[in-house]
């Protein structure tokens, strides 16, 4: 579990970038945070990772509180974070150099299953001995995501992982979300992009460094003002939801997918 309370962060001599932010993640829950640039997505991000510290409250990581410097390593090996551009992250060429780095300290056999479980986990296994920096923007971020999964965190942390990637390989990141999510993993995924808050079971909204909605995936459709509120744009399948709902069609989806959508389509056609 992942408790915030009354956290507050702000750069030297800045004003706050969040305000007093308490929020209880529960064990493998999925949690998207949204909000316009500025909003403090991407601090509130590095402060559940331990990449910076709360000036006021605290988190804590199960019963260890994020920041204090007695618990800095225990807290790497329980969250692990992806930001958005893969090739800040990339310090060997080859894949399984990569990936083997935050491993030492563990027998050889113990990295090489390692290594080689995290890349079968984001479809990269086969590529095991090439070079880093052959590969495409979507697989770098992918061996990135195995290289976080090889020290095997209880939380992942992705800042806006497909902001840099094209359609194909937005379409992968979202698969091994969903595989991580069955697996039981924590995700904290921070996002700008509509269709990314259907990965969520539970969507929280920041504006101006402050919590401001949250909504579980299954209250979307009844809280659309709220992110309109907050100019965030919403998946186009929720938008053809709405728009049923105005004739009078109410779809009842349970994932809102459109291959679900399109489906009860053709079942009502045919009726």
Known sequence: MIKIENVTYRYKRGKDIVKEINLTIEEKETVVIMGKNGSGKSTLGKLISGIIKAKEGKILIDDLVVGDKKNKEEVRKRVGIVFQNPENQIIFNKIKEEVSFALKGLSQEEIDQRVQMSLEKVNMADKIEEDLYELSLGQKQRVIIGEVLAKQPKVIVLDEPTTMIDSKGKEEIYHIVENLKKEGYTIVYITNAAEEMLLADRI????????????????????????????????????????LRQEGIDMNLSDYSMDELIKKIKEMAKK
């Open 204 to 243: 929280i909204v920041l504006n101006e460094g402050k919590i401001v909605a949250e909504v579980k995936k299954d209250e979307i459709i009844d809280k659309l003002k709220i992110f309109r509120q907050y100019d965030i744009k919403l998946p186009l399948v929720i938008e053809m939801v709405e728009k």
